[in-house]
């Protein structure tokens, strides 16, 4: 069960960003930046760990001030997600037959 935690998920923010991407088609880099409540460099240092692990793909478009960049989760991000998921809730439910 705890070997099924992913720490790259794991961290607070980026749970709640997959979280938010698992529901998706895409999320806009500034509506992930107003729910998480985070800033700019927080959001772009989250995101782009998750895009090492393989987890989101980033759509950059434009240039200059009508620039936007988007999200999407990948299939290998989301049975990730759904194994960290499936780990938190084992723990949270406790031992069989408590």
């Known amino acids: 069960m705890i070997e099924d935690l992913d720490p790259v998920i794991h961290a607070p923010k980026r749970l709640a960003a997959m979280a938010m991407l698992s529901s998706a088609s895409s999320v806009s880099f500034t509506f992930l930046r107003e729910h998480l409540?985070?800033?700019d460099s927080d959001l772009s240092k989250q995101m782009a760990t998750?895009?090492?692990?393989?987890?989101?793909?980033?759509?950059?478009?434009?240039?200059?001030?009508?620039?936007?960049?988007?999200?999407?989760i990948t299939a290998v991000g989301r049975r990730a997600y759904a194994?960290?998921?499936?780990?938190?809730?084992?723990?949270?439910a406790g031992p069989e037959g408590a």
Do not use: P, Q
């Open 50 to 72: 998750l895009e090492k692990a393989g987890y989101v793909e980033t759509t950059k478009s434009g240039r200059g001030r009508g620039a936007s960049t988007t999200f999407r």
């Open 83 to 92: 194994r960290h998921r499936a780990a938190l809730a084992a723990i949270l």
């Open 37 to 39: 409540d985070i800033s």
